[in-house]
């Protein structure tokens, strides 16, 4: 399933090394190891990808039309024009804005997803997120009202944004883009400035947000500057110009996510899974000699799965992002309870077919966030990414996947 002359123009289209750092290079190559074994019962041998944070060397290595993997600032959007609006981009719980959270890039083999990127975005309202917790067991037809939202995006090889040749180096993003909101530069614009008519807003709270904060003195330098603008310029290049300047300072520090596979950690793992319920057994053997030892010392079950894993993840303990590739992966759950069952996973919303597990956020992003370590600072111990299985196309460029977030 990995091979073919697709995934040869997905290596070939893979952004590496625009830092001149050939050490990334080897690390951002997405290695897709399927396995054989896909007994429904046993958690699949699957190779797990790590995702780290590092400070890009280079800021414009993140730009969209690199097709990076990142965290914290704004969202490169792959399509760049039909971005996520209305409800889609506010906490469904107090109506704020989404944060961007991060961006991962995970083409597929198949034609329609030559390009795929899936966004996440979270309030930054530990409030809202504990109320989320509420809402992400409610089943249809109940509409639950959710803090932390994900998109996925895909493009074909041939699209209107970009070459279907990989980028080189210095590439500019071209082509046309919508405006962003001057506040958050994350969401679309769509409210002017009554005064200036040039600074745009994703949203009436952003616009008081931004004139608050000073935008006045911006704004007088917006008039000016757009009397003297060049008229050849299209709209598009105008709104891009403005868009550079992001006013709001509460974005999270922006990251490039760096890509390893777990098993270079874990030769310590495969000699030692005896001792932890979610470690990979290598045989079934092992298994049921492990189930029987944890059914004999059956204890308090989230202190057990805290345990294994604090091991796990303790094998390369900066991760921040755990992605598998195989449709039968599983993720590693810091507890046992609060786990979703199989039916509390919805359905596709957009094709009814099946969501699969795909990746994981770990803790250890807060860190890198630097949000606080208080009672009411965000935290979470695992927010859990479920995608449409067949990756679907629908009659929206970004369709919203499902979330599960447990708690610590
Ligand atoms: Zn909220
Ligand atoms: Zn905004
Ligand atoms: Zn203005
Ligand atoms: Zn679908």
Redesign the pocket.
């Known amino acids: 399933m990995a091979s073919g002359d697709a995934l040869g123009n997905l290596k070939g289209l893979r952004i590496t090394s625009l830092d001149g750092d050939d050490e990334e290079e080897r690390e951002q190559e997405i290695a897709i190891d399927e396995d054989d074994d896909d007994d429904e019962d046993e958690e699949a041998e699957d190779s797990v990808i790590l995702g780290f944070l590092k400070k890009p060397k280079n800021p414009r290595s993140l730009l969209r039309h690199l097709f990076p993997s990142k965290a914290g600032g704004v969202p490169a959007w792959l399509d760049p024009v039909n971005l996520p609006s209305g409800r889609s981009c506010l906490c469904d719980i107090c109506g704020e804005p989404l944060q961007f959270v991060l961006q991962v890039y995970a083409p597929e083999d198949k034609e329609c997803t030559f390009h795929r990127t899936l966004f996440v975005f979270m309030c930054t309202s530990m409030d809202c997120l504990r109320r989320d917790q509420h809402e992400q067991w409610k089943r249809p037809p109940h509409k639950p009202s959710r803090s932390v939202k994900v998109f996925r995006c895909q493009l074909p090889r041939h699209n209107a944004f970009y070459s279907s040749e990989p980028p080189k180096k210095d590439d500019k993003a071209s082509g046309t883009a919508v405006a962003l909101c001057n506040w958050c530069g994350t969401w679309k614009g769509t409210k002017h400035c009554s005064s200036c008519r040039r600074a745009i807003y994703c949203s009436e709270k952003h616009r008081v947000k931004h004139c608050n904060f000073g935008h006045e003195p911006d704004c007088k330098r917006v008039r000016i500057s757009s009397q003297s603008y060049d008229s050849s310029h299209d709209n598009s290049g105008a709104a891009m110009e403005l868009q550079k300047e992001v006013a709001c300072n509460t974005l999270w520090p922006e990251y490039k996510i760096i890509q390893e596979d777990e098993s270079a950690y874990d030769t310590q793992m495969s000699e030692d899974n005896v001792c932890g319920s979610s470690l990979v057994p290598r045989n079934r053997t092992d298994e049921s000699i492990m189930s029987s030892l944890l059914e004999a010392f059956e204890g308090d079950g989230d202190r057990k799965s805290w345990a294994s894993f604090e091991e796990r993840i303790g094998m390369a303990p900066e991760q921040i992002l755990r992605y598998c590739s195989s449709t039968c992966a599983k993720p590693l759950w810091p507890m046992s309870s609060g786990q979703p069952s199989k039916a509390d996973i919805p359905k596709?919303?957009?094709?009814?077919?099946s969501l699969r597990f795909e990746f994981q956020i770990l803790p250890q992003l807060l860190y890198y966030f630097h949000v606080r370590n208080d009672i009411n600072s965000l935290d979470w111990a695992t927010v859990v990414v479920y995608t449409?299985?067949?990756?679907?196309e629908?009659s929206v460029a970004y369709?919203e996947e499902f979330v599960w977030v447990q708690l610590s």
């Open positions: 596709c919303r957009y094709c009814n077919g449409c299985e067949a990756s679907c629908a369709k």
